[in-house]
């Protein structure tokens, strides 16, 4: 079965970090640029950082720059991304999507797979 699953998401006071995790099981994401999404209630779904299959292409969203860190680790087939300083505006639903095509996933929202999401909420 083909999927991604989240993980690490969970409650943290203003300027704390969390890392969350994005593993694959039913294909290898070595081919895949993976991205990481947030959804906010009542927002649309917004990029928060992607990372290409292969020339180390990174983007992140201005609002993330300087606390935010994507990594993956093809070995163990997931992808990661640090949160620092964490503020009350980083809450929402975060999601990993897997594409082979980086800028339509980046610019588009269009990835071949989707996980189902992990909560994050930072509040005192």
């Known amino acids: 079965q083909v999927q991604l699953v989240e993980s690490g998401g969970g409650l943290v006071q203003p300027g704390g970090s969390l890392r969350l995790s994005c593993a694959a099981s039913?294909?290898?994401?070595?081919?895949?640029?993976i991205g990481w999404f947030r959804q906010a209630p009542g927002k649309e779904r917004e990029g928060v950082s992607c990372?290409?299959?292969?020339?180390?292409?990174?983007y992140y969203a201005d609002s993330v720059k300087g606390r935010f860190t994507i990594s993956r680790d093809n070995a163990k087939n997931t992808v990661y991304l640090q949160l620092n300083s964490l503020k009350p505006e980083d809450t929402a639903v975060y999601y990993c999507?897997?594409?082979?095509?980086?800028?339509?996933?980046?610019?588009?929202?269009?990835?071949?797979?989707w996980g189902q999401g992990t909560q994050v909420t930072v509040s005192s």
């Open positions: 039913g294909f290898t994401l070595d081919y895949y640029a």
């Open positions: 990372i290409s299959s292969s020339d180390g292409t990174i």
């Open positions: 999507a897997a594409s082979k095509w980086f800028l339509r996933l980046w610019m588009q929202l269009r990835g071949d797979y």
